[in-house]
């Protein structure tokens, strides 16, 4: 039988997520050797025609071209995994749709009408049927070792769904919030990095996005008692994953009650 | 041969370079009328919405810019904040940075010699072929590029987008013994380096050279990385806080990045080549007798030797990171309180790429006003193109294919990371 093709696409994104493939030094011949990599254009300039087995998927949809060409990488790909916060979420780009796109566009480009873009960064599965999202920005190697070996014998990953603050108790770390009073968004973040952060007196910043059930208002409550004003706690919320609902709802407890506190008594 | 006095060469999604980008070159009555470098990659607006974030949150975001070269990022938007506040970083956590820095220059180029460009000297579609019939070879580029990686992950706690790095220099400092076990993987890629030096100097190079002016960072004593003045290879000299006086960005119609000049003067180049033409004095010994021994003169003009400047760079970056290691002492703290200022600030630094700007605006909150950056990738666009005008000049009797071949190759010579320029190949050759 033939190997297993292996497609590598890219969107809106920093090519960090598929570089984590190729940091994956000691396992990336061993990988190579088990499919036969069809089209990825960061490693070969060989393409080899579809459909393809596996296609990864890195970055976000923000132009109606790219919105087009997921459709067609779609129906080449019998199985879709998306990888990282830009694929998964939207990625720091959507920090667009909170805001005026035409104005960011005249901000930084001096011909803005040379530069076509949509005024949303919308993650793949807004798109088309995803198989299963890798989070993290960027994502995890390991855990994007195991998805590969997973889908190459037919199981499903074994992808943990639980918090970061899960993970710092397995770890061993100090909380951060406990002993130094340090702001951390552990407790919604979904786990997959190891507690990296707070392993470095550093609360965790969401980057590998909400886990599956978090509790948005206590969060919220201990970003406040940690003493961070709710334009801080805004900004928290509106980073790498700031498109996911989960995120959105962190920020919109607080314009909720800035309202409500700013209404004439 | 009329059928090829008018043609148009087309190449789509080139590979093999960080992004994403496309070249269009125009043959009219047997002579190139036009080359265009296009940009594809859909802007992500950074500098828009940088505004209104805390002076705390660029080293972060702008990390995401670029998946290659995140620590540039990182240093350079540090370096720019700081300078608002007011505030200068030295002695044990600019060492730290320093230490940081050259993981990524070693990560970086490892990955452009052995994955991007080696296949093109040797004529393999990619590093993975290669290792079929040189298994040896990629692994040791593999083991090399590893300790770069290992430096990142042990002083960023992670080698994309490292999560140690803040204003005013680190949130943990590594222990003298985690440093040391670090020092043992570098002895070891120390030959690994040099090994490689020695066997990109036997690829062959088409004799092809330039003329621009190159433009990197100098700083006496030692070869400039996370700091230091502007010089060019036309005797120009300026601080970072006057960049934008002397470099000039144009959006271009056909690109989602900028074009810069020189005002006044016109296109230029900066990275690695540069950098050895402007600071081969500062190497250590071992580096510079390793490229006299690879046949790199005082200068390097010839593109297709930038292969062997990002070795020599190499076997600087692993020297450099074993001294540091050598005189490590934990920072405490491992940073300084850089409380916010009203103020604008600049920063440059030399990523792998080349010179990448950054400049702030803060208020007095601490929130970001306005926020410029400008990547190696734009500088040297307008010199890319020049040179492919040359070189598609030279090569119009060559069918389609080989000539969008050789230009692929040509331009991984500049190891362009598209995503940073905002964003690769697709070769259009009109000859009608
Ligand atoms: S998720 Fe983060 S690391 Fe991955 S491509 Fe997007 S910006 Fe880069
Ligand atoms: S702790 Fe949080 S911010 Fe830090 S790497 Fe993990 S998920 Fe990302």
Known sequence: ?265 | MTHRSDRTLDVRALARVEGEGAMHVRVRGGSVETVRLEIYEPPRFFEAFLRGRRYTEPPDITARICGICPVAYQMSACAAIEDACGVVVDGAIADLRRLLYCGEWIESHVLHIYLLHAPDFLGYPSAIDLARDHRDLVERGLALKKAGNDVMELIGGRAIHPVNVRVGGFYRAPTRQDIRALGEKLRVALDQALDTARWVAGFDFPDFHHDHEMLALTEPGRYAIERGTVVTTGGLAFPVTAFEEHVIEEHVAHSTALHAHLAGRGRYLTGPAARYTLNRAWLSPLSRQIADEVGLGVRCDNPYQSILVRAVEVVYAVEEALRLIEAYEPPAPPHVDVPPRAGMGFGATEAPRGVLFHRYGVDADGLITSARIVPPTSQNQASIEDDLRRFVADRLDLPDDQLTHQCEQAIRNYDPCISCATHFLDLTVDRS
């Open chain 1, 1 to 265: 039988m033939d190997a297993p093709t292996l497609a590598v696409w890219k969107f809106a994104s920093c090519d960090g997520c598929q570089l984590t493939l190729l940091d994956c030094e000691d396992d990336l011949l061993a990988v190579a050797g088990r499919v036969r990599i069809a089209h990825f254009l960061e490693a070969t300039r060989e393409v080899l025609p579809g459909p393809y087995d596996v296609s990864l998927v890195e970055g976000s949809i923000t132009t109606a071209e790219d919105a087009e060409r997921i459709r067609r990488v779609r129906e080449m790909s019998r199985t879709l995994v998306t990888i990282g916060a830009c694929a998964t979420a939207g990625g720091v780009q959507a920090l667009r749709n909170f805001a005026d796109v035409e104005e960011f566009r005249s901000l930084v480009y001096a011909h803005p009408e040379y530069v076509s873009t949509l005024a949303t960064s919308t993650p793949i599965a807004a798109h088309v049927d995803v198989d299963f999202e890798l989070r993290g920005c960027p994502i995890d190697g390991r855990q994007l070792l195991e998805v590969i070996t997973a889908l190459l014998v037919g199981r499903k990953p074994n992808i943990a769904s639980h918090s970061v603050c899960f993970e710092c108790k397995r770890r061993g770390n100090v909380c951060v919030v406990v002993a130094h009073g340090t702001p951390c968004l552990g407790p919604v973040t979904h786990a997959g990095c190891g507690a990296l952060c707070p392993a470095h007196n550093r609360g965790c910043y969401g980057c590998f996005g909400p886990m599956d059930t978090p509790n948005a208002a206590a969060q919220v409550a201990l970003l406040r008692a940690t003493g961070m004003a709710d334009g801080d706690v805004e900004r928290a919320s509106r980073t790498f994953n700031a498109g996911t609902p989960a995120f959105i709802e962190l920020s919109r407890v607080t314009t909720r009650r800035e309202a409500h506190r700013d209404a004439p008594l």
